[in-house]
Each structure stands twice: as C-alpha cells, then as structure tokens.
C-alpha cells in the first residue's frame, strides 16, 4: 500500500467518505498543502471515483438477446 509520510490510501478514503475525527482531518489537510505527491494521490482518487459513477452495471442487449436464445427449451424434454 501507498504511504505518503504518515498517511497511506488507506487514510485518503477515509478522508474521501468522511470517516475521520476532526483531529485526522486536521492532520491530513495539513500534509495535504504541504506534500504534492500526497495531494496528487488524492487527486486521483477523487477523479477514479467520478469515473466509477459512469461505469455500466448492467448488460448489454446483446448478452441479453444471448442469454435469452440459451434459456429457450429446445424442444426435446426428458420424461
């Protein structure tokens, strides 16, 4: 995992879904303004998580035209 001086991506997630004490956060904006690489990680995060919200959760049509002609009963059924 990643470690930023004392915070890792662990810590910037945490950050991210506000499940720090105001203490961490503090601590973290601080590192924040002072280490660019820190910043730059965090950065990154915020811009994968924007993309995560576009991400197709669905099938396409055509896996589900497939899916659909697969479940079709083929005519012959055991007795």
């Known amino acids: ?8 991506q662990s ?3 945490r950050y991210i879904y506000q499940e ?5 956060i503090e601590d973290l904006v601080q590192a924040l303004h002072n ?5 730059q990680d965090y950065l990154d995060m915020l811009s994968t998580m924007e993309h995560l ?13 497939r899916i659909k002609k697969r479940s079709k009963p083929s005519g012959v059924q055991k007795v």
């Open 11 to 13: 810590d910037l997630i």
């Open 53 to 65: 919200d576009y991400l197709l959760l669905e099938p396409s049509d055509n896996v589900v035209k």
């Open 1 to 8: 995992m990643l470690m930023t001086g004392c915070f890792t």
């Open 35 to 39: 280490n660019e690489s820190l910043m």
């Open 20 to 24: 720090m004490d105001e203490n961490e």
